[in-house]
């Protein structure tokens, strides 16, 4: 079975090709059942066409840390990544595609409402999907805020609503409990993706924008779980990210996509990770000792 750890996945994993993993990620062939928390992890199972797997994460506080594992439909273990690796660039594909499916074509300016792990592979996202010229960086952390900003060449801005208002399209990824924002900054027509807060009690929106906006979500079971967004006002979503590919619904105005993250994610994602990782001859094999990179 391989292993890829951080800079492996990586390798093995651009953000092009992750994206494209989220078509089959929120397809119609996948189950997802609620996760469960065990002790101080996060235990997340899933399917995706013919694979399953497990993402297993720790949710204290400054130790990220986990694996995801996919098994074949015969039950045998195709390989393991990175957990906490694969969340960031997985949770960031998402956005890309939600991004893709809602976003103004032409929008060229970018706000990134937090600074800490998910961040970079936001901004990576939505590069890729939208010409993006100015990426505004807002942090409770000066400090982090001018690190990220030097990483991928944008701008600090120390108040949340100005980076709002300046921006087309907007990424909040904070353990926020409180809006970030206040809706009077929001300029119709914006596009926002929040994915920060993965409980019933985490909130990153201001209620105005939810109940203005046209709001999607990764799934409506997980969602009406844990988004704590949409809990706090009652806010059902307009669709999915399911609908939106399968074209049954056609969103107009602002619009929210609301994630909380899904196993059918990992899994999609894991699976192309490890194909590309095969026939590249990266990773180890594991339990041998062996590095599977050739010669």
């Known amino acids: 079975m391989r292993w890829l750890g951080p800079s492996e996945l990586r390798e093995s994993l651009s953000m092009a090709d992750a994206i494209e993993a989220m078509e089959a990620a929120f397809g119609s ?15 997340m199972p899933g399917r995706v066409g013919h694979t399953a797997g497990i993402k297993v994460v720790s949710i204290e506080p400054g130790n990220p840390v986990g694996v995801v594992v996919v098994f074949d439909d015969d ?8 957990g906490s690796t694969l969340t960031s660039i997985r949770t960031g594909a998402a956005s890309g595609l939600a991004t893709r499916l809602l976003a103004p074509a032409e929008a060229q300016t970018m706000a990134m409402l937090g600074a800490g792990a998910m961040a970079f592979d936001q901004v990576e996202a939505v590069r890729a999907v939208r010409p993006i010229e100015r990426v505004i960086v807002w ?54 993706n929040a994915v920060g807060a993965f409980t019933s009690e985490m909130v ?26 949409l809990i706090r006002v009652g806010r059902r979503p307009d ?57």
């Open 204 to 229: 990153e929106l201001p209620g105005a924008l939810l109940s203005s906006a046209f709001v999607v979500v990764d799934d409506l079971d997980a969602a009406a779980a844990e988004a704590g967004d």
């Open 29 to 43: 062939d996948r189950e997802v059942p609620l996760r469960q928390l065990l002790g101080g992890s996060l235990f």
């Open 139 to 192: 942090s409770r952390s000066r400090a982090r805020a001018a690190v990220l900003a030097g990483r991928i060449g944008g701008e600090v801005e120390l108040d949340a609503n100005t980076a709002v208002a300046a921006a087309d399209i907007v990424s909040c990824a904070t353990p926020a409990l409180e809006p970030l924002f206040s809706s009077s900054a929001v300029r119709e027509g914006t596009h926002f």
């Open 239 to 295: 669709a999915t990210l399911t609908d939106l590919l399968e074209g049954s619904v056609v969103p107009a105005g602002t619009t929210v996509f609301k994630s909380v993250g899904l196993a059918s994610q990992d899994v999609a994602a894991a699976v192309g990770a490890l194909r590309t990782a095969e026939r590249l001859g990266i990773g180890t094999e594991f339990g041998s000792g062996r590095p599977g990179r050739k010669p």
């Open 75 to 82: 039950g045998s273990p195709l390989g393991m990544v990175d």
